[in-house]
């Protein structure tokens, strides 16, 4: 397949590989911030071909791990009421809240749906006009525009059944947090190639210009992976801080301006709650005037306080702070097919990609 | 996050696109990424175009790559 | 027959019932064995070890590129048998029924049946239908047991590999998956992605008379490739490593999993096997497979080792290694 195969190459990885063991003289810890390049990197087993003294640390980039419980929580009231359809991406049905989670619900006979596109929750609100479809919008900024799309669309349409669980992030903020907090090692960031395929390059400047680390924006397939970390490892044995584009075939400095335009005609800049990493300023989004009305918040909907295992460890496994192997669950009560926190159940997530290893 | 994928514009309608993934066709939509023309390649993500994928980059990335990779 | 729709009454034993069997599934199934009618079938050319079986079947959509849900049924019996070494002889076929099913799909459906029961070689000897209220099943389901004899001198068994022993898979990953997600969701592709729903019986036959030596033999069909040789390193106390290079996957099957976030190792096949030999016979063993019409794209994928017992790895494509747990809980398509 044109643009992934061609990025797969195995004697070009080969070589990547012997280029950062030559070029790299200092053990450094670089953090991947976005999930899918958790992913990436353990699909080909990067972790296993690089230097030991080159660590990888997993950054909160996993926008089903950093859903705080209290909204998976209101997504299972809603589901239980009868008038309500609940729509998902596949990604958050196992996540558990306090006491359960959508795919249990499922079971129990709510009407929750798996959908690949924010334009199908549109779709499905026309075909039932008796009821009411909330939308779990979930995810970066590379989502939110699909998102503000199907806002803007119900609105024109003037769809009244369409609703939006809002708890979309933005990851420069959360950036922020990490490198103020100063609680973990960071020499450099492999940032999210997608994120900024929407936001462009101006949004991480702080990051090199403040805190002095460079920065690249990274792709997804293993060539840009490694070539990614070459470039990181590049600008610290040369004593640079820059934020540097490895992803050119999609990521151009000023982003996509025609996303970035959609966004801001339905969402304004708010506060976001991350579980671990608890409220960030400016991480996330509420709606502009106009939109309100489709926020499913304003729902009266009983949800019981959210409650979180006293001994999931997942708030500091997302920054990076602990090892799931200090986590007293894991393993023993926590696991894939027992998951106590997102960091289990998220393919992306620290404490799933962990229990393959160990 | 996020799941992007490449694949090629074969037919468009208004503001719909046919785009295929190794031969799977899909209805990917072009709000987001309007000047799009057939022929050309598209990243996807939740079945919306978001980005033009610029082939004379990926051709100078893998170039680049490959220089590399001969110098070694 | 005057009736459009399958009736109550189909399932309760009396003259429609009677008028079901003689007019929709005996002249379709007619042999010996199943002509007396009788409340059970009798087998008397009885030697030997037999393999035993049985599955049921409750796919949806029923109908898929590449088959419906009564080929499958046959399908999925014959496999069974014969990844255990049996010629698969004699199967039980048994319907329930939703209230309201269309004749005329339940006759499309026998007739599939009858097809590749043909096609593999076996006769359904006694049978059973049942007719249930609507809503009180999906349409139908099915459940087909079945007998075969094992071939003598063959022992197939997961708890059989050992270190040294290589590994063999028959074709493409993931084709009976996508090609019933692709029917449900309303995929389209340029070209066909169909079901790899095949009858097995024959090229297992071909290949135990080349290697009468092979270990064992699996269809991997929920959970993928991946839960499949999980089982076998756990059953065999071994480890198992597998070249990501080697896999055959189609170019379509790549394209859905690569937009969904699927992973083609934990896709369901219905025609595919594998196989694990002894040392050195790997590449006669190919060579058989590729000589059938349903191991045309064969290849040796991987190898038993002594180390990381009951652990399966993957050396990728890039020359990592990642370890391939069974399948948990379900691949939803993600976003992420």
Partial sequence: MKFIDEFRDKEIAESLIHRIQKTSTHSIQLMEVCGTHTVSIFRYGIRGILPEYIKLISGPGCPVCVTPNGDIDLAIALSRQEEVIITTFGDMMRVPGSTSSLQKEKAEGRDIRIIYSSLEALKIAKEHPEKKVVFLAIGFETTSPTIAVAILRAKEEKLHNLFFLNSQKRVPPALVALLQSKRVKIDGFILPGHVSTIIGTNPYQFIAKEFGRPAVITGFEPLDILQGIWMLIKQIEENRAAVEIQYRRVVHEEGNPVALKKIDEVFEKDEGRWRGLGLIPDSGYCFKESYKEMDVRNFEVEVEPPQEHPECLCGEVLQGIKSPLECLLFKKVCHPENPIGPCMVSIEGTCFTYFKFY | MCLGVPGKVIEIEKNVAKVEVGGFLRDISLDLCPDVSIGEYVLIHTGFAIQKVDEKEAEETLDLLKKMAEAV | MPEEKILLAHGSGGKLSHDLIQQIFLPQFLNPILEPLDDSAKITNWEGSIAFTTDSYVVNPIFFPGGDIGKLAVCGTVN??????????????????????????????????????????????????????????????????????????????????????????????????????????????????????????????????????????????????????????????????????????????????????????????????????????????????????????????????EENRKRVILHTLIGGHRILDRLTGGQYPRIC
Avoid at chain 3, 229 to 252: F, K, T, Y
């Fill in chain 3, 80 to 305: 069974d048998l014969s990844m255990i070494g049996a010629a698969p002889a004699y199967l039980s076929l048994s319907l329930i029924i939703e209230e309201g099913f269309s004749f005329e799909l339940l006759k499309q459906i026998i007739s599939s049946i009858h097809q590749v029961a043909e096609q593999a070689g076996v006769n359904i000897v006694t049978g059973d239908t049942k007719v249930v209220e609507h809503g009180a099943a999906d349409q139908l389901f099915i459940n087909t047991s079945g007998i075969g004899w094992i071939r003598p001198g063959i022992n197939l068994s997961g708890v059989n590999a050992k270190p040294g022993d290589k590994i063999l898979l028959s074709g493409h990953l993931g084709d009976h998956e996508m090609a019933v997600l692709s029917q449900r969701e309303g995929f389209k592709f340029q070209g066909e992605l169909k079901s790899d729903c095949a009858p097995l019986n024959d090229l297992v036959g071909k290949m135990l008379n080349a290697c009468p030596s092979i270990r064992c033999m699996r269809d991997p069909t929920r959970g993928g490739l991946a839960t499949t040789l999980n089982e076998i390193a756990w059953m065999s106390n071994v480890g198992i490593v597998i070249e990501e290079e080697e896999i055959p996957v189609q170019e379509s099957v790549r394209g859905i999993s690569e937009l969904l976030g699927l992973d083609p190792l934990y896709l369901a096949n219905e025609g595919k096997l594998i196989a694990i030999c002894p040392p050195n016979e790997e590449v006669h063993l190919l060579d058989v497979m590729r000589n059938h019409p349903l191991g045309r794209d064969a290849e040796i994928i991987g190898r038993v080792t």
